[in-house]
């Protein structure tokens, strides 16, 4: 199972977990806003790889989507429950060039969540048009050049584990 998890306030986020779901054709995909996404469902189902959507609003990564992450990885630790693989994604409407930090706290964030064994290594970056949207014109093709590489990226390292058993 793949599970999309965002912060959508406006659409954007939504629109993104769309698309990517898309890159996964034959996993059952879920998506959902992580209000509505406790830890527990998170660990009561059979996940292979989580994608964790957020927001920069305000040059300030969304504390909800923070908070959230930091629960399900304390609660699936606590219960010993390991999701092989997690991706990242973060909606925005500054010049990506002047957020790279914040892109950074993301894939900290991942990192340091001990309950996910595999950190694909970039975020995926989504500039907006406006706060409302759209998308920037190029960024639903990088999201599903970039959902399709995730899928490559757990396909590799699912063969590379095989070629080690």
């Not at 990885?73 to 990506?96: C, E, Q, S, W």
Request: proline share 5%.
């Amino acid at each position: 199972m793949i599970w999309i998890v965002h912060n959508s306030i406006h659409g954007n986020g939504i629109r993104v977990a769309e698309l990517l779901a898309e890159c996964f054709p034959g996993f059952d995909v879920q998506i959902t806003h992580h209000r509505d996404t406790p830890p527990e469902l998170i660990a009561d189902n059979p996940v292979e790889l989580l994608i964790f959507g957020t927001a920069v609003r305000k040059f300030v990564v969304s504390w909800e989507s923070q908070r959230w992450l930091r629960k399900v990885n304390k609660y699936l630790v606590k219960n010993n429950i390991t999701i092989p693989y997690i991706a990242g994604f973060v909606t925005h409407m500054r010049d990506p060039h002047k957020l790279s930090g914040k892109f950074h706290q993301v894939q900290k964030l991942m990192i340091d969540a001990r309950a996910f064994e595999n950190i694909y290594p970039q975020v995926l970056t989504c500039q907006v048009e406006e706060i409302e949207g759209p998308l920037k014109p190029g960024v639903e093709q990088t999201v599903i050049s970039t959902g399709k590489k995730i899928r490559q990226w757990m396909y590799e390292y699912d063969l590379l584990l095989e070629s080690l058993i």
